[in-house]
């Protein structure tokens, strides 16, 4: 039988950026599958001790820009260190993946592609333009998936997700759980993967 990761995930985090697609590819090494759940970094910091990047003390912000140059050097991954549309409101971004997931389509590509569109591209995925036009490029359909993202029952499930993390002590992203298991940051994959390699 697959292994089932649930994977928790704020499509603004760099750090999800950076891990994204290593996570993809160690999955589909073991067999795995893969439930992406979109959160809302709003509601699960404020229960877990978490804070947003401008609130945080200036020595962490620092201490983030140098560990997101060593990650993007060493992983040979394109990143703008200062996207110019970050933070952003993801909310809509969240439920489009939402959408596709529900629809059975590839919803871990489509998130990867959106954090590329930040980090990478410099593209606003507050922008429901943008959206559509990433919506395309990833081979789907925007009138159908946009549709669906506005239903009461995406975003309720935008909802059950955020609650699902608060209530799985899940505090940040990227986030794998695994049989209960969390592993939090890109920098625990290997982690990952030798968990996904137990039988």
């Avoid at 809509?92 to 591209?121: C, F, K, N, T």
């Avoid at 159908?144 to 995406?154: G, H, N, P």
């Avoid at 935008?158 to 899940?170: D, F, H, K, L, S």
């Amino acid at each position: 039988m697959s292994r089932m990761v649930d994977y928790y995930v704020f499509l603004a985090s760099p750090w999800a950026y950076l891990g994204s697609r290593r996570f993809a590819e160690i999955a589909k090494r073991h067999g795995a599958s893969i439930r992406i759940i979109p959160m809302a970094a709003a509601e699960v910091f404020p229960v877990s001790g978490g804070l947003p990047l401008a609130k945080r003390a200036p020595q962490r912000q620092a201490y983030r820009i140098v560990e997101l140059k060593r990650w993007r050097e060493f992983l040979g991954v394109p990143l703008n260190l200062q996207p110019s549309f970050f933070p952003m409101n993801e909310a809509l971004a969240a439920r489009l993946v939402i959408a596709s997931r529900e629809a059975g389509q590839d919803a871990v590509g489509l998130a990867h592609a959106m954090m590329h569109a930040v980090w990478a591209e410099d593209r606003n995925i507050a922008d429901p333009d943008v959206l559509e036009q990433i919506v395309t490029e990833c081979g789907l359909d925007p009138a159908k998936l946009f549709a669906a993202a506005e239903s009461d029952a995406v975003q309720a499930e935008y909802a059950r997700g955020t609650q699902q993390a608060i209530e799985a002590n899940v505090f940040g992203a990227p986030s794998y759980v695994i049989d209960g298991e969390i592993f939090w940051g890109q920098d625990r994959l290997d982690f990952v993967d030798r968990a996904l390699a137990k039988a």
